[in-house]
């Protein structure tokens, strides 16, 4: 049961309905993926006074259900699937279907009760759709790219060329559409404000900062680097200390973050390039001495927002631990 005896409610999300389970009462219920659906689990869950909810991230499905719980003042969190499944296998819960899912996913949320959601930003869905939007136009700009690179008839060339040339105008709209966005919204453009004054960061990093890391400047260095998934975690058991190796995080935003910091690291930043440059001189691997650049970035990024700070080189040189004042650090 969470701490201070909040109910709790697990809902496992699919297309055309939802399973819900509040663990603690022995209460299971079904509900159709329409408003009226929504409306009666809100009605539900207000009879027997729950005060949050879970769920698994499920393609974009679980949305809805998380902006009509918020609308409704219920906490509203999203898990990881991995996590839940993971949790479930450790309980001896082999067996798997929605009624089960949804009663684990209320158990996990029990369990882990300092999980916290994220406040409902209508604006930074907005952002979050239109940055996976030009990701997906970029992955099939790639793909058609590579296609290109073998032979293939003329008309099979021509129709690709004509998709590079539609795919690259579509992309620069999407781009014009998330610089529009960012410098309308406030907390946005003072996001953007910050994390541009960075040397090596641009436009397209700090849009996919803000959408996908809202929690910067919210929480501890040792947690900004673990959600981009830079964190190194021990393999050691015994006597063995095994290598230290990066795992979890976000995928996506790593990715974009793992560009601008190649370019940062080896020739735009002061205080990355001679900490890029002494890993190497060191013996380190060109891309264990980048991933080292990453934490150290995403540390000073998470430090500045904090502190409402743009970029200064000074404060950062290649031995600072850029730690967060305790008054800024957070579970």
Not at 55 to 79: C, F, H, Q, T
Not at 148 to 163: C, D, T, W
Not at 223 to 235: F, K, N, S, W
Not at 246 to 268: D, E, S
Request: with cysteine; charged share 25%; glycine share 6%.
């Amino acid at each position: 049961m969470a701490q201070n005896n909040l109910v709790v409610v697990g809902i496992d999300v699919s297309k055309d309905k939802v399973d819900a389970c509040i663990r603690s009462l022995s209460q299971r219920q079904t509900f159709p993926s329409t408003p009226e659906g929504r409306r009666m689990l809100i009605r539900w869950l207000r009879k027997h006074k729950v005060g949050k909810a879970a769920m698994e991230a499920s393609g974009g499905y679980e949305r809805d259900w998380a902006k009509a719980l918020r609308e409704a003042d219920i906490e509203a969190l999203i898990v990881d699937p991995k996590r839940v499944r993971n949790f479930a296998r450790s309980a001896g819960r082999l067996a798997k279907n929605d009624p089960i899912d949804a009663e684990m996913i209320a158990w996990f949320a029990e369990t882990f009760v300092e999980a916290k959601g994220q406040a409902y930003d209508e604006a930074r869905e907005k952002l979050v759709k239109i940055v996976n939007a030009r990701q997906a136009l970029l992955d099939l700009q790639t793909s058609l790219r590579n296609r290109s690179e073998h032979s293939a008839p003329n008309v099979v060339q021509k129709m690709q060329g004509r998709l590079l040339k539609n795919i690259a105008l579509e992309v620069a709209k999407l781009e014009a559409a998330i610089t529009a966005l960012i410098k309308a919204t406030a907390h946005f453009a003072k996001l953007a404000e910050i994390i541009e004054s960075v040397p090596g960061l641009g436009e397209i990093t700090c849009a996919g900062l803000i959408a996908a890391m809202p929690e910067l400047g919210q929480v501890n260095n040792k947690t900004a680097a673990a959600l981009l998934g830079v964190a190194p975690y021990d393999q050691d058991s015994g006597k063995r200390r095994g290598d230290r190796h990066i795992q979890g995080g976000r995928r996506k935003v790593r990715n974009l973050f793992y560009m601008a910091c190649m370019g940062a690291a080896t020739r735009h930043n002061p205080v990355l390039k001679p900490f890029y440059d002494r890993l190497i001189a060191k013996g380190k691997e060109p891309k264990v001495a980048l991933t080292a650049c990453m934490r150290k970035l995403i540390v000073i990024l998470n430090v500045m927002i904090a502190r409402g700070e743009k970029w200064d080189a000074t404060r950062y040189d290649v031995s600072d631990s850029a730690r967060l004042p305790p008054s800024a650090c957070t579970a």
